[in-house]
């Protein structure tokens, strides 16, 4: 038997609006941040998806989304291993002053937290999700742009992926001991 985990990433927030760093930072959703959360709640709905677990990161944002998406109808439960990578002293700030879109590698200030080290709080997560579902079932989690896409790029063999899009979904499925990402879908592309 296998666990089926459905990854999905935030809607879009006040700081994704203004390009800002948000990492640990919080900033509420935007109008257009609720209806994509409610395109990716449709989207389950018409395919016949539901769930026997929730988790979700425990900043509000990520707890919002979830609530949209399961029409505050799960009860569930807010890990802070799901939480987003911490940006140092860039959180706040424009994007364009993170290192990687200034031709810097990714971890060249002390301040921020190693991507080995965010990939590895994302297994720890996985893994004890893993341990809260049966044979059969599936989950949500709702989490954050840059965990969610390391950890779905270190367990994605075929499908085409670069980043988790605001309330995009990565379908995970663990079996035999692994994880594998199945496939990826943005639900909320068109949504205005």
């Known amino acids: 038997m296998s666990k089926t985990i459905y990854l999905i990433r935030h809607g879009q927030t006040l700081f994704n609006l203004h390009h800002k760093t948000q990492g640990r930072v919080d900033s509420p959703l935007t109008d257009l941040g609720i209806r994509q959360a409610q395109a990716t709640r449709d989207y389950f709905k018409d395919n016949g ?3 026997d677990k929730a988790f979700c990161s425990t900043q509000e944002r990520a707890s ?3 609530e949209i998406i399961t029409n505050n109808q799960m009860t569930y439960e807010r890990l802070k291993d799901l939480r987003e990578k911490s940006y140092g002293i860039y959180e706040g700030q424009d994007e364009y002053t993170l290192p990687w879109n200034r031709g810097l590698s990714r971890n060249t200030d002390p301040s921020m937290e190693a991507d080995d ?3 590895k709080r994302m297994e720890k997560a996985i893994e004890y999700i893993l341990t809260k579902m049966e044979d059969g079932e599936s989950a949500i989690v709702v989490g954050h742009g840059d965990i969610l896409a390391q950890y779905a ?3 994605n063999k075929r499908v085409q992926f670069k980043m988790f899009k ?4 990565a379908k995970m499925k663990a079996e035999n001991g692994s994880v594998e990402m199945m496939n990826y879908v943005w639900p909320a592309v068109n949504i205005l």
Do not use: E, G, K, Y
Not at 166 to 169: D, G, K, L, S
């Open 64 to 66: 919002d989304t979830l």
């Open 166 to 169: 605001n309330c995009a979904v």
């Open 153 to 155: 790029r270190q367990h």
């Open 49 to 51: 998806i539901s769930f």
């Open 117 to 119: 080290d965010v990939v």
